[in-house]
C-alpha cells in the first residue's frame, strides 16, 4: 500500500489534516483506496480463477464508489503515486488510460478514448501534471510532464511538457508548468 500512504501524504500537505480525517470525509481519497487495492489485485500473480473472484467483488465495491462519490477509477488504468483527487464528483477515468506520479485531477475531468482509425486511443499523462475543473483529455495523446491543463479545456492534441493549455480546442497559452498547482 505503498502508492496510497503516498496519496494520504499529498492529502495531508493540501489540508493539513489527520490522516483518519481525510480518509473519513475524502471522496478522492475512497476512490483512490478501492482503485489501489483493485489494481492491486489486478496487477498480482494470483491464480487467474482466484483474481476473477477478488476482482469481482472488488468490481462491486468500485461501483459503490462511483454511486456515492462520482469518481469512476477502473482498476485496470494505471495510475502513478502521489494521485490528489481534490474535488467531489463527476471524474470519469478510461480502464486504459495511464496517469504518471504527482498529479492533480479536479471535479468534472474526463479521461477519455476519442479518435477514429489509427489515431483512436486513450491518452498517456505524464508526471506532475494539473488538469482543471470539468477538463476533457481524450484520444491518443501524450501529456508531457508539469504541463497545466485549465479548467473547461477539451484537449485533443498532444501538450508539450512544462505548458499550459487552455480553451476549446485546447491551446498553448503560457510556459507556466504546474509548479504552482502542485505542492
Request: net charge positive.
Amino acid at each position: 500500500m505503498g502508492r496510497f500512504a503516498s496519496d494520504i501524504k499529498k492529502y495531508k500537505r493540501y489540508s493539513n489534516r489527520n490522516g483518519l480525517i481525510l480518509l473519513l470525509t475524502q471522496q478522492g481519497l475512497w476512490a483512490l483506496f478501492v482503485y489501489r487495492i483493485n489494481n492491486k489485485i489486478y496487477r498480482s500473480k494470483l491464480p487467474g480463477f482466484l483474481k476473477r473472484i477478488f476482482l469481482f467483488f472488488g468490481l462491486f465495491w468500485q461501483k459503490y464508489i462511483e454511486i456515492v462519490a462520482g469518481i469512476s477509477l477502473p482498476y485496470s488504468a494505471s495510475i502513478g503515486r502521489s494521485c490528489y483527487i481534490g474535488h467531489f464528483g463527476g471524474i470519469i477515468i478510461n480502464a486504459n488510460a495511464v496517469i504518471g506520479d504527482d498529479c492533480n485531477i479536479s471535479q468534472g475531468v474526463t479521461v477519455g478514448v476519442s479518435g477514429r482509425g489509427a489515431d483512436r486511443g486513450v491518452p498517456t499523462i505524464g508526471d506532475r501534471v494539473y488538469i482543471g475543473a470539468n477538463a476533457v483529455v481524450a484520444g491518443n495523446i501524450a501529456i508531457g510532464n508539469d504541463a497545466v491543463i485549465a479548467a473547461c479545456s477539451l484537449v485533443t492534441q498532444a501538450v508539450a511538457a512544462g505548458t499550459t493549455v487552455a480553451g476549446v480546442p485546447a491551446k498553448k497559452i503560457s510556459d507556466n508548468n504546474s509548479s504552482a498547482y502542485i505542492q
